[in-house]
Each structure stands twice: as C-alpha cells, then as structure tokens.
C-alpha cells in the first residue's frame, strides 16, 4: 500500500489524491473467458448388476419393486468431476480418481456439447487420467511459461458439487509440497483457491488465463471441507509430460537409477561419522542397471541430487528420489555420495525400469 501525501497550505493539511500505482487488475473476468471453454465437466457411470447386488435377486424384493422379469436389473451411478482440454484434437486432463472404475466416462462443454470419452491411459502415481473425445471446433487451454511464485494470484476453475462451472479466487501459498500421504509422487503447488468436490481434475490458471495446474484435493485433516483452506495442485509440467508420455507410450516413463535406499537417522550419520545426519544409504543396488554401472554400491552415503541436499528425516529422502523419478530415461543425475567418509561425485546415466508394469 502507498502511504498518503500530505500538503500543507496556509496551515492547512489537505491529501493530495494521486494515481494508483496498483496494477493488478480489477476483474479477472478476461482470465476466465480465456480458460473458461477448455474446461468441461466429467460425469462418469458406474453399472450395478443383480449379480453383484444380490438383494435384487431376492423374491420378496423383486415383487415389492415389481422387478420379477428383469434377470439382470441395472443401476447407473454418477460421479461428478472436472477437466481440461490441453489439444485441439481433443485431448483431455483430469484426476485418475474422478474417472477411476467408471464403465463410462461422458464429458459436458461449456458451449453445453457433450460427448463420451476414451480413456487414453492413467498415471497412478500422480494421480493423472487422459482422456480424448472426438468433437469439432475445441478451444485448448494456453499454458503458462513463467516460473511460479508464491503470492501470485491463481483462479480454480470447476464444477465443484455439480453446480455447474465454477471460479474460486486465491493465491500461491507454497510450491514444491511433499510428503503429505496422497500421491506416491507429491509435488503439489499450495493455494488458499477453495477446491471442493467436483473440482478435482480441473484448471488452476493465473490472472491471464493460463494453465498453471490441475486441481486434485484440498487438504482436510480436521474432518470440515474447507476449514484449512488448503488447496492442491498438480504443476501444469508434471501433467503435460505425463500427458505426452501416454499419447506417445500408452504410459508414463520415469528415470530409473536402480537402487535400494534408506534415510540416514542420527543414529546412522554417527556410526558413519557424516559431517551432517542428513542423506540416503544404499542398501542395494542392480546388477547392471545405472547406478551400478556409474559405479555405486551398497553401503554409500548419498547427500546430495543434481546439487540438493537431501534433507533429514523419510519425506525429505522421498522427495530426492521423486527428483529421480521426475526426470527422464537418458538424462543424467549427479550424486554427492560419502563412501568410508571419503567424498565423492557419481554421475549416473538414468534407464528405464525394467520391471515397471505402468
């Protein structure tokens, strides 16, 4: 805030009214116009058969609720959600779980069009779904190419509760969260943007309209919706490239260092005499995959991944192993390691699972 200006005239205090130096915007009605029609309601059906009802196939039942003809009654239940066209072709983003199970997948325009969509492929680990419809004349998101900083302004845009498409207002309150115990892979972007059900799978978008995340929870850990006014984010980067892996794929492909680790605890960093109780041991390693061949092997220490510390305690070591996994087969990964208190730097070239089955 700018602090008045005072003028004082024949002993008289008087204000001296000056243009704002504000620049945000008054409205972010443009911001919404611009992303409004790249995001879409999700409806998703779920049939029920007598056989896996078995009180349908109960005679007194099916006599009160005159089903006695019908052998195999259904039962169609709707789940709501939301997502985002990021092609003009009609590829879709939105969260594994709104779609997770559904024998159906239907999703609604804003221009009220609707159409039944084709799961293209999950990522579970980050809790992504890609989906494609075959409609004409699809406005795709923009996506947004300036690094994130907290306190900028961010609009949630969804349909939550089924009411219809949505925008909450907030700001970035943090970036880079992990370790809170929802997605095997957490890099969440924090807002303060109320995300409630039915926005899940929907478009976090900045005050120009473009694409910074994919909404996926609020953080309720007293039980009330919306009483921490937490929200969470997937980073708009992490769903693209989980996006193009699928299209090009049939399904996400992450570097793989091939190791076995645990945190160091205080017990640990004594033991082997570390400068700081911070790092991860390797207690295995395979036989000819990256990190063996660059040269690692059991009992080294790692302190460091591609120049960050890993941090003390299970979430921070987490955390440097998401680092490797976020990255790509053939990239390399620089390791800070102690081995028998010599420091040493291994760069490893980075493959792809073997045994992964996504």
């Avoid at 645990?262 to 395979?286: F, M």
């Avoid at 040269?295 to 987490?318: A, Y």
């Avoid at 998401?322 to 070239?349: D, W």
């Amino acid at each position: 805030m700018v602090a008045p200006q005072i003028s004082v005239q024949d002993g008289r205090a008087t204000f001296v009214h000056r243009p704002s130096q504000n620049t945000a915007p008054a409205s972010y009605a443009q911001a919404v116009q611009h992303a409004a029609h790249a995001v879409v309601n999700i409806y998703t059906r779920k049939k029920f058969t007598n056989e896996r009802r078995p009180l349908f196939n109960d005679p007194l039942f099916r006599h009160f609720f005159n089903n006695a003809d019908s052998s195999r009654q259904e039962r169609m239940q709707s789940a709501l959600g939301s997502g985002v066209i990021v092609t003009q072709s009609g590829y879709l983003l939105t969260n594994n779980h709104v779609i997770q199970g559904a024998d159906e997948i239907v999703v609604q325009l804003q221009d009220g069009r609707d159409a039944q969509a084709d799961l293209i492929g999950i990522d579970k680990e980050n809790d992504l779904a890609v989906l494609k419809i075959a409609l004409d004349q699809l406005t795709a998101i923009s996506i947004n190419e300036r690094p994130l900083m907290v306190g900028d302004v961010v609009l949630a845009v969804g349909n939550p509760f089924g009411m219809g498409q949505t925008v909450t207002q907030g700001i970035i309150s943090a970036v880079g969260r992990y370790g809170l115990g929802i997605n095997t892979f957490e890099n969440f972007i924090q807002t303060d943007a109320a995300i409630n059900p039915g926005n899940s799978g929907g478009a976090l978008i900045d005050a120009y309209g473009n694409l910074v995340g994919i909404n996926t929870a609020m953080l309720d850990r007293i039980g009330e919706n919306n009483l921490n006014g937490i929200g969470l984010a997937i980073p708009a980067e992490t769903a693209l490239q989980s996006l193009s892996d699928i299209i090009e794929f049939g399904r996400v492909v992450r570097g793989w260092l091939g190791v076995t680790a645990q945190p160091i605890t205080p017990q640990l960093a004594s033991r082997y005499r570390l400068p700081s109780p911070h790092g991860l041991l390797v207690t295995g390693v395979y036989k000819n995959g990256p990190a063996h061949i660059a040269g690692l092997t059991p009992g080294d220490i790692i302190i460091k991944v591609n120049d960050q510390k890993v941090n003390n305690g299970l979430s921070g070591s987490l955390r440097s192993m998401q680092e490797v996994k976020e990255s790509r087969p053939g990239e390399e990964v620089k390791l800070e390691v102690y081995r028998n208190n010599t420091p040493l730097t291994i760069t490893a070239v980075l493959s792809i699972n073997p045994n992964s089955s996504e």
